[in-house]
């Protein structure tokens, strides 16, 4: 009894004291937030066939299906072509900025709506990788993604270099762009643009309100409580979004996994000859060709496709086997991104993988990007963890929370 | 209490109450990276620190704020965590535990429901999975499963065309699928115009209407349109109207095509095409002029 409540204190203390996996958070914050970027720049061509008012999808249509699903999509609020050129625009300039962490909570939310207003507005132009991006995008809202690599994380630094230098700097454009949102928000609602389905409109007030609260409590409130207990229940929030994310990557690959077990090609060994033979997907024929040349080779790469996804969830539970499937994993997307022309979907595949990446790794990975940008690595040869948000500063959570937040007393506010 | 006897861990003296840790979190246990001082300037060594102002064992019902000392001293040291929490702010921290534990099972286990195959569970509960899943969390990963594709399905398209002097021709097939094939040849990045476009809007056709071309319900009408604008958008780049006339009608097929198994297999299938052809359609007075897309 009492070592069973002693395991479930130590995981309560972890998944309320902490936001767990900033590294891991922070890759497929970046891995997300550059897929859809790289996506949107290489279609920007055909944005008006995809997702203009007057495309093959016309305005009309869409508005009726969306009328029937209840999605939620912002292009749909006017069929004008201003409108559509800027929601795109933006929906470039979200993904950047999300990629960036700059403000990451509130990017994350814009990132979101981005996403949702172009696919929901052209469900048909979708494929797989647009279907992971979707359902990232909104898990991510819930995450505090920008703790490490990110503008939040260095403003946060500097905050407090400043702080320890006695000065009290403000921060106006976190209120400002709270306050901008806010009003577009109450706008839409009493437009009533936010009809559809509840989820997401009430998803928007929350954070919306939520950042309200963060900045008041950390102003007004005379003791640290009510800030750290908004502080456990961001990172209660946060573990539970982390959760989510590894589960639904676990739920892809188990789904593409068992169904395969009862296909017959799958079961002859010779499934991995068909794709390469599609129209649609045979970007590079004499590649495909090479590869299901030999019946055995083709046999070996079924099988083992199969085994993998399969048994990936399983092996979550023993550290070193997972490393192993995971770079099997990432080594198959990026042969599909080429083999199979799905650039994108495999990105995001690669992304959603990366969350399972040991953390020594990413690390070590972050100290390689940092020495190829010519910046020196701090101490130790080890990018340091910035201390978890500290409730005060809140880099993670956008705009704002970024005020000074006086501590009672004077004392310095808690964790700075 | 057993959990002394191992005197490896002494921040465990709360489990015994079965509430987080009351003293200040030190952040090495929560953290995922044994980062030893993720709370940066935290000072001291958490097994000397003395109890926190705030502790529940300390202080179990004063409101922090009526504490004259916690407005005028600065704490010991930097407390987070709910250890840091009083015990009314615990309950609170509790609470919000308790829902997003509940919060992503509920959601876990519909979305499981809804990937996995149609079963006890699923068919009783559907209308309850269909309401959490849909709009925003319709998912399918059966990708390339239980099999993969095995026919080319190319789309074609002819058009009935008013030229210029009133008369009417009929122009031969366009193969816009082998179009789209070409297009993809050679491109690292294919554009979901080429590899999304016309598969899913034929797709979309098939699923929505009968086997005699008929359309089911509401979202057979939209395919229909959708279908027929792609073809006017084609059929436009391609000039197939010619100059000065318009299009007056479109008719459209599929051609089937089995992908023949590899070499070194002794399986024979018939690559025969086989044809699905639609009635024509006529064009609205919008669609004769063009402009989509």
């Not at chain 1, 309560?12 to 590294?23: F, Y």
């Not at chain 1, 609260?213 to 409130?221: M, N, T």
């Not at chain 2, 930097?78 to 919000?96: C, D, H, M, N, T």
Request: aromatic residues 8%; proline residues 9%; glycine residues 8%.
């Amino acid at each position: 009894m009492n070592r069973l409540s002693l395991a479930l204190s130590r995981v309560i203390a972890r998944v309320t004291d902490s936001a767990l996996g900033p590294h891991q958070t922070a890759v497929i914050r970046i891995g997300f937030g550059l897929t859809w970027l790289l996506f949107l720049l290489r279609e920007f061509p055909h944005r008006q066939e995809l997702y203009g008012p007057d495309g093959p999808w016309e305005w009309d249509l869409a508005d009726q299906l969306v009328t029937t699903n209840d999605a939620f999509t912002v292009l749909l609020w006017s069929d004008s072509q201003i409108w559509f050129e800027a929601v795109y625009a933006l929906a470039v300039l979200w993904s950047l900025l999300l990629l960036l962490g700059w403000r990451t909570r509130t990017m994350s939310v814009l990132f979101m709506v981005g996403v949702l207003a172009l696919q929901n507005r052209s469900v048909f132009m979708g494929d797989g990788g647009d279907n992971v991006l979707h359902l990232m995008s909104i898990y991510l809202v819930f995450t505090r993604c920008g703790q490490v690599w990110s503008l939040d994380a260095r403003r946060a630094r500097r905050l407090k270099e400043a702080r320890a230098r006695g000065e009290r700097p403000r921060d106006r454009v976190g209120p400002a762009l709270w306050g901008v949102l806010g009003l577009l928000l109450i706008l839409a609602t009493l437009a009533g643009r936010t009809d559809s389905d509840w989820f997401i409109p009430a998803l928007l007030w929350t954070v919306w309100l939520g950042q309200a609260l963060w900045w008041l409590v950390g102003r007004r409130a005379r003791s640290g409580e009510p800030r750290i207990l908004l502080d456990v229940v961001a990172n209660i929030v946060h573990n539970g979004a982390l959760l989510v994310i590894m589960a639904e990557a676990c739920l892809i690959y188990a789904t593409a996994g068992w169904y395969k077990v009862q296909g017959s090609r799958w079961q002859d060994g010779t499934a991995v000859h068909y794709p390469l033979q599609l129209e649609y997907f045979s970007p590079w024929p004499a590649l495909g060709d090479l590869l299901s040349a030999s019946g055995t080779m083709v046999m070996l790469v079924t099988y083992a496709t199969v085994a993998v996804q399969v048994a990936f969830p399983f092996t979550l539970f023993n550290r070193r086997v997972k490393n192993v499937l995971l770079a099997f994993m990432i080594l198959e997307h990026a042969v599909i991104a080429v083999v199979l022309g799905l650039p994108f979907f495999s990105l995001a595949m690669i992304a959603a993988d990366a969350v399972f990446l040991p953390t020594s790794f990413l690390r070590r990975l972050g100290d390689l990007a940092a020495r190829a940008c010519g910046r020196p690595v701090p101490r130790g040869g080890r990018a340091r963890v910035p201390g978890p948000r500290s409730p005060a500063d809140a880099p993670a959570d956008g705009a704002p929370a970024k005020a000074p937040a006086p501590a009672p007393g004077g004392a310095p506010g808690p964790r700075t | 209490m057993d959990a002394y006897d191992k005197g490896s861990d002494a921040r465990q003296g709360g489990a015994g109450r079965g509430l987080p840790d009351p003293r200040p979190a030190t952040p090495a246990p929560a953290s995922p990276t044994g980062d030893p001082a993720p709370g940066g300037s935290a000072p001291g060594h958490p097994a000397d620190r003395p109890p926190p102002p705030y502790s529940p064992r300390e202080n179990p019902d004063s409101a922090p704020s009526a504490d004259p000392a916690s407005l005028t001293a600065p704490p010991a040291e930097p407390r987070s965590g709910v250890a840091a929490l009083s015990l009314r702010y615990q309950i609170g921290a509790a609470a919000a535990l308790a829902l997003v534990a509940v919060a992503v099972c509920v959601h876990l286990g519909m979305t499981f429901l809804h990937v996995a195959p149609s079963n006890t569970v699923s068919k009783q509960h559907r209308e309850t999975i269909e309401n959490w899943i849909y709009p925003e969390f319709e998912q399918n990963w059966k990708l390339f499963a239980p099999n993969p594709l095995q026919q080319n399905i190319a789309v074609q398209v002819r058009a009935e065309v008013l030229t210029a002097d009133g008369a009417s021709r009929t122009t031969g097939w366009y193969d816009l699928s082998a179009q789209d094939g070409r297009a993809i040849d050679g491109n690292p990045a294919p554009s979901h115009t080429q590899q999304n476009e016309l598969r899913r809007a034929w797709d979309f056709f098939v699923s929505t209407h009968d086997n005699d071309n008929r359309p089911v319900g509401h979202r057979g009408a939209l395919s229909e349109a959708y279908l027929r604008r792609i073809m006017v958008m084609r059929l436009d780049r391609a000039d197939a109207a010619g100059p000065g006339g318009t299009l007056a009608r479109v008719q459209v097929r599929s051609r089937t095509t089995n992908v023949p198994p590899p070499d070194w297999s002794d399986e024979k299938i018939s690559t025969t095409p086989v044809y699905r052809t639609l009635p024509w359609w006529s064009l609205p007075d919008d669609e004769t002029r063009g402009g989509i897309g």
